[in-house]
């Protein structure tokens, strides 16, 4: 995140459900495939800046995609109004134009909500249903939307259903189950293990993985031991925590926790 934030230019960072892009110095934004969850959050916060970039070249197009955003909890729609409400003047001066992608549903009318707030009369902002709708009214060139496509396509392809599990799951990763979440999707365990293997995962990946997200978020934003992170989601000690990490991250938490902080 640090290195994106540095030097951004012809950039793109992905998180668990979540892009964001700088391809060029008049055009940036981001696509978001989930919630807000606490595993994406932190990097969210500190992409925020990225609109503001000084390597962005005003007037400059900006796009945020929340159209696969099925839910907005509360937390959700707090962070996006208390971002408007202190950024978007600013915005409104830089920006050539403003474009926002809606989900449908509920999620959907409260985005419009929050849009109608904070950028009526503001600047030139535009509300639209698809990604390629927007792109369109940016007037995006023809090999900056391939780019961006082709930057997008691991996350287009995931199922509605595994985003839905990824969800439910990083909403409480140390007590998920796969009986819960099958539940909170609307599956059998039976049919939901089929389609996690048609997505080439498993309910135990997809566990560990939210797990593993979820202590790198603790060792950057707490001073709490390894063997306090590990009780707290689920691992059955402090070694399994760190044999789990090693392998996902490619580095023991401890020696995370120190580059991350940079000391």
Not at 165 to 178: E, F, H, K, L, Q
Not at 200 to 214: M, P, Q, S
Request: hydrophobic share 45%; with cysteine; charged share 25%.
């Amino acid at each position: 995140m640090t290195e994106l934030l540095a030097d951004p230019v012809g950039c793109y960072v992905a998180g668990r459900a979540f892009v964001a892009f700088m391809p060029s110095t008049r055009f940036v934004g981001a696509c978001h495939f989930g919630p807000f969850e606490g595993n994406d959050l932190p990097e969210i916060i500190a992409l925020q800046e990225l609109p503001f970039h000084p390597a962005l070249v005003a007037p400059y197009d900006v796009m945020h995609d929340v159209g696969a955003v099925g839910v907005i909890d509360r937390r959700t729609f707090d962070i996006l109004e208390a971002y408007l409400s202190t950024r978007m003047a600013e915005l409104a001066k830089r920006a050539r134009r403003l474009a926002v992608v809606r989900p449908p549903g509920l999620a959907g009318a409260a985005f419009t909500g929050l849009f109608h707030d904070w950028t009526y009369d503001r600047c030139e902002a535009g509300l639209f249903a698809e990604r390629g709708v927007a792109l369109d009214w940016l007037g995006t060139p023809a090999p900056l939307r391939d780019e961006l496509d082709e930057a997008l396509a691991p996350f287009e392809r995931l199922s509605p259903v595994l985003r839905q599990v990824r969800s439910a799951i990083a909403t409480g990763p140390r007590d998920a189950t796969v009986e819960r979440v099958a539940g909170e999707v609307g599956h059998s365990v039976r049919s939901l293990q089929r389609h996690l293997a048609e997505q080439g995962t498993t309910f135990r990946d997809e566990l560990v993985h939210a797990r593993i997200e979820a202590a790198k978020a603790r060792l950057v934003d707490s001073d709490d031991k390894i063997e306090v992170i590990a009780r707290e989601l689920g691992f059955a000690s402090a070694a399994a925590l760190t044999t789990s990490f090693s392998r996902v991250v490619g580095e023991p938490p401890h020696e995370f926790r120190v580059r991350r902080r940079g000391s």
